[in-house]
Nanobody, 116 residues
Framework: QVQLVESGGGLVQAGGSLRLSCAAS????????MGWYRQAPGKQRDLVAT???????NYADSVKGRFFIFRDNAENTVYLQMNSLKPEDTGVYYC??????????WGQGTQVTISS
């Protein structure tokens, strides 16, 4: 059983920065991929960024150059540093872990709101 707990969401003005954290605990298998997805009201949950155990990453085109994903394997924690935030970045951000068994685990989500 794996649990994911997100933190760091909040209200920020356009152009500002925010850092999200997600701590994983439980029976975590390696290798695995951890990442962030976001969902705006009335829309589907979409990929923001992912990073594998070995550091291979993937970003949505809309966040490339602005968002940066990092992970601390020793702490089983993944971070999302969000810079130059835009109103369209607003949504609920969910942490995700996919392990070698292709099983998915999700956090409860954290609200990110960008004002302009």
């Amino acid at each position: 059983q794996v649990q994911l707990v997100e933190s760091g969401g909040g209200l920020v003005q356009a152009g500002g920065s925010l850092r999200l954290s997600c701590a994983a605990s439980g029976s975590i298998f390696s290798p695995n991929v951890m990442g962030w997805y976001r969902q705006a009201p009335g829309k589907q949950r979409d990929l923001v960024a992912t990073i594998g155990t070995g550091g291979v990453f993937n970003y949505a085109d809309s966040v490339k150059g602005r968002f940066f994903i990092f992970r601390d394997n020793a702490e089983n924690t993944v971070y999302l540093q969000m810079n130059s935030l835009k109103p369209e970045d607003t949504g609920v951000y969910y942490c995700n872990l996919k392990d070698l068994r292709a099983l998915d685990y999700w956090g409860q989500g954290t609200q990110v709101t960008i004002s302009s």
